[in-house]
């Protein structure tokens, strides 16, 4: 079992940035595949950002590149989410997601294990 945290949520201004973490915890928690997803209300959960078990490869959405960026520290065991430029479009519900597999893939499916989520908030 691995157990999930995110962290880094809150209100920000357009324009903002926020910093998103995720920490993994359990057995043969380490240095797993980890996506980042979101959930806006009423709509589904998309893709926003992934990276490999070694932080040598990472993968992004279309509406997030260049402004995103995801790293991983694996002395804390985190995956973090850095986010720049935020517009009021990027609200939503944050979640990040591992699982035991070879890549990290851009599909919900890819995931075993999730985190609870954070709220990740953008006025205009």
């Known amino acids: 079992q691995v157990q999930l945290v995110e962290s880094g949520g809150g209100l920000v201004q357009a324009g903002g940035s926020l910093r998103l973490s995720c920490a993994a915890s359990g057995r043969t928690s380490s240095n797993l595949p980890t996506g980042w997803f979101r959930q806006a209300p009423g709509k589904e959960r998309e893709f926003v950002a992934a990276?490999?078990?070694?932080?040598?490869?990472?993968v992004y959405a279309d509406s997030v590149k260049g402004r995103f960026a995801i790293s991983r520290d694996s002395a804390k065991n985190t995956v973090n989410l850095q986010m720049n430029s935020l517009k009021p479009e990027d609200t939503a519900v944050y979640y990040c997601a591992v699982d035991y597999g070879p890549t990290a893939g851009r599909r919900t499916t890819d995931y075993k294990y999730w985190g609870q989520g954070t709220q990740v908030t953008v006025s205009s």
């Open positions: 990276i490999n078990w070694s932080g040598s490869s990472t």
